[in-house]
């Protein structure tokens, strides 16, 4: 998981420091942000765990040492209503192989000014009932709800507005269309080229997947 320390005193590789922080967010720990670097939030937040885990609280990780054999088995906690997660969290709950693509859009954004943020990433089967009973959506899974089998977030699909505008016309159309074009860049499918608009919405996977994504996920 880690090829070198991490925290207090550590190597710090940016790619190990990386992997802990995701490691902390799964279990609710929040380490910061999730960049790579290793000050003193992190430390802060891998004492956390190591006091959940009844362990010497050092603010130290080691390849092949008992924190990091106990942050790679925790089960992870997702509790809580997901539109209200930090940033990081919600990244946390997307699919490994489409996060860096949302990462990757959320820079591009951000250099051409804009102020990118996700309303939602990863939501649960009941949540998105909810929203189809409400007639927000129109489906009762879509690619918000994937997770692995044992239950942990992996979603397929992020919402993201400019946190200046959300929704509101004319100005979030500048968003929107900077948004379609990132994604599409990433090989992502933008909402807004749907006949039923979904501006905000960027998925790693086409519709006709869905039912092998439903599968993946270990729902019937």
């Keep these: 998981m880690i090829e070198a320390s991490v925290g207090e005193d550590g190597t710090n590789r940016a790619d190990d420091v990386r992997a802990v922080q995701w490691l902390l967010l799964r279990i ?8 790579g670097l290793a000050g003193p939030r992190l430390i802060a937040a891998i004492r956390t765990a190591q006091v959940r885990f009844d362990m010497e609280a050092d603010g130290r990780i080691d390849p092949g040492g008992r924190t990091i054999a ?13 539109r209200n997660w930090p940033q990081e969290r919600k990244l946390a ?6 996060r860096g ?25 009941a949540v998105q009932r909810r929203l189809l009973r409400e007639g927000v959506t129109q489906v009762g899974f879509g690619f918000h709800n994937a997770q692995t089998p044992d239950g942990l977030p992996a979603a397929w699909a992020a919402d993201l507005v400019d946190d200046r505008w959300y929704w509101t016309e004319p100005e979030c159309h500048v968003f929107f269309r900077a948004l379609g074009a990132a994604g599409k860049a990433e090989g992502l499918i933008w909402g807004g080229d749907w006949t039923f608009r979904d501006w905000a919405h960027l998925q790693g996977r086409r519709n006709a997947e869905l039912a ?9």
Aim: positive net charge; charged residues 30%; hydrophobic residues 35%.
């Design 28 to 35: 609710g720990i929040d380490p910061g942000a999730v960049d």
């Design 70 to 82: 106990r942050l790679t088995g925790a089960r992870a906690t997702w509790d809580g209503d997901s």
């Design 93 to 98: 709950s997307l699919h490994p192989r489409f």
């Design 101 to 125: 693509h949302i990462v990757r859009v959320i820079d591009t954004l951000r250099r051409d000014g804009l102020r990118p943020t996700i309303v939602y990433g990863w939501r649960s089967v």
């Design 212 to 220: 092998s994504v439903r599968r993946e996920s270990g729902l019937t």
